[in-house]
């Protein structure tokens, strides 16, 4: 087992953390051993999966446990439409063997570097109004508890851990394998259309039926972008696409690093070159296997939030953001990515109960746009959003507390399974509060 102490950890953002100890276990009862020796040292355990997630979810001063070596197939049930892989595997090799299987994830987000556990923990989703996220899919999940025992949990055999446990930031125990619903695999046609931002407002208040369906608005300028993609039961490309990735990649590494550049000399500059880049050409169609079309090849360095907006009042929630960008002015040189998610019925996901439209906003790193966050914070707020749980945003968990109906049942399952709170960090302190076996939680 490589443990190696005061070791350096740091995640996509190049945020870094300095954990006491790091553990790669590479079988369970390694991971029990990591778990014990933890909890003799009394100190707490983050698992981490590639430290995606644009805050301080994966950081830690305390125990950082990586599933990198616990990352097999374990089973695949072509017929049934199910996979069972261990937590540490990624999205994008999990698609590979999917492939190979004639098999495919029905959605995916922006990117496919995640872990399967890490994706599930924070409510990662794609888009559209009938495509449930990636922890909306899970059939069944192998928890590893503080005590070390391992408990299979699935919607029958125990409906509440399940639903605590689907998405659950690592607070509940280290999530060992996963069983997740997979459909034949698909090819995906993405038409991507430039129109008015007024156009785009009106499909934010009322999305077409489209098996993904999304709008981008370009800060400063009266430019949106809807990308339609529909599904097809074929799984081979109708055309070849190296020259559109070219094109994409071009567009979304090169043009927009370069504006980038611009963004942090002279953010003036911003508003006058979003309006000269609403004059490229933006109207495509692209046609390819649907985990190549979900997947955006982003490799520059920005930063995001997202709220998850209840689907009614999605619309006012964009004017909002578009209003605050009016009034604030941040250098924005970076579209605003809208997006909608069906109810999911994790307790703490994002979209518990309620159809929503994602409503987020990026930049490149180091400029300052904190005026246009609070402004869209205030806003998303005021109309019963919830934050993306692996962006940042500036809610505690009093705030948070309030916006989840099932709250307070979460914590006390947090409670019983987990004693002596070793799971957790300063960041699932602040988001979730401390663990109620040691401290009050607030009421919701
Ligand atoms: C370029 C980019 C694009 C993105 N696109 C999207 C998108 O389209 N949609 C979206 O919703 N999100 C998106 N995200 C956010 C991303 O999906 C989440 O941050 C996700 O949680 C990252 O997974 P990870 O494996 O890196 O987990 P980490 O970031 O390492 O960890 C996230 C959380 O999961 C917990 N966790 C990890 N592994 C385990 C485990 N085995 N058991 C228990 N808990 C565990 C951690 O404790 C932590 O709380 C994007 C992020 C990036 C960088």
Redesign the pocket.
Known sequence: MATRTESDWV???QLGCRPSHIAEPRSLAELRTVLREAAGRGSRV?????????ND??LTSETL???KY?DRVEHIDVDQGLIRVQ??A?LAELCTVLAGHHLAFAV????A???????I???????GLTKH?LSGQVAALQ?MLADGSLREVSAESDPDLFQAARC?????????AVTIRVVPAFTLCRVDRKVSTEEGLALVGDPPEIDHFKVWFLPYTDTAVTSSARSFPVSSPARPRTAQRLRESFLINGLMSAAGAVARQWPRGVPAMNRGMANLPMNSTVIDRSDRIFV?P?SIM?D?F?YAVPLEHGRAAVQAMLDAIDSTRPPLALPCEV?FQPAEQGWLDPHYDQPSV?VGAAWHRGVDVSAFVRRVEEACRDLGGRP????PHSLAAPDLAPLYPMWNRFQALRASLDPTGL?G?T??DRYLGTNTSTREIPNS
């Open positions: 995640n996509w953002h983050l698992v981490v999966g590639t430290g995606h997630s644009y979810l994966s446990v990586t599933l616990l937590g540490g990624r995916l987000g922006d990117t570097g995640q872990t399967i556990a890490g994706a923990s924070t409510g990662t989703h794609g888009t996220s928890l659950s930031l690592g607070a509940l125990g280290v999530v060992t955006l982003i920005h995001t997202e997006r994602c993306h749980w692996a962006k799971f960090s960041a699932i």
